[in-house]
T-cell receptor
């Protein structure tokens, strides 16, 4: 069965520092992968997605993620974080290739920013 | 930019009462979903809906839950007799046919 693991429950970084959030997935073939961000009390905003092609994908708000098949990873990065990046980040995988495939979410990583 | 909307944003209900959560998906989308997130936990799939029928449902989606697309624009989730453990944030999502699901802002349901 497909699954997503986010090993870091909570990360604190200083404003202006670089960020990497880890994500590992379990899937039998090339997955459809996503990163979503959730600010407190808010909905889920899509940051970026990977379906095929270039393994380094660019997203909104200066985020990027790299798909590494050999490591079953899809880590999220940002070179310089801003205080407004404080939020919960969810890595996710689509359960199949057809439409109407459910999305399976990781348990999330809460990002705090140190002034 | 079109977006998924959900009403109400917050709902408080008594245990045993029926609730209906409403969603307006993006207008040309064909696939619809409900997810829920219990406070402090991850987002969980409940049900997917296409062509006026359920495509897939999770084990959470028992007989107390139902979905409907009554008028071609709204997509509703009904909980017939709410339990304390139904307290959660409920997210609606819609999809045109590609791979990306677009999520609404959620309805926070509190069952007392």
């Amino acid at each position: 069965a497909q699954s997503v693991t986010q090993p870091d429950i909570h990360i604190t970084v200083s404003e202006g520092a670089s960020l990497e959030l880890r994500c590992n997935y379990s899937y039998g073939a090339t997955p459809y992968l996503f990163w979503y961000v959730q600010s407190p009390g808010q909905g889920l905003q899509l940051l970026l997605k990977y379906f095929s092609g270039d393994t380094l994908v660019q997203g909104i708000k200066g985020f990027e993620a790299e798909f590494k098949r050999s490591q079953s990873s899809f880590n999220l990065r940002k070179p310089s974080v801003h205080w407004s990046d404080a939020a919960e980040y969810f890595c996710a995988v689509a359960s199949g290739y057809s439409s109407a495939s459910k999305i399976i979410f990781g348990s999330g990583t809460r990002l705090s920013i140190r002034p | 930019e079109p977006e998924v909307t959900q009403t109400p944003s917050h709902q408080v209900t008594q245990m045993g009462q029926e609730v209906i959560l409403r969603c307006v998906p993006i207008s040309n989308h064909l696939y619809f979903y409900w997810y829920r997130q219990i406070l402090g936990q991850k987002v969980e799939f409940l049900v997917s809906f296409y062509n006026n029928e359920i495509s897939e449902k999770s084990e959470i989606f028992d007989d107390q839950f139902s979905v409907e697309r009554p008028d071609g624009s709204n997509f509703t989730l009904k909980i017939r007799s709410t339990k304390l453990e139904d307290s959660a944030m409920y997210f609606c999502a819609s999809q045109q046919g590609g791979e990306t699901q677009y999520f609404g802002p959620g309805t926070r349901l509190l069952v007392l």
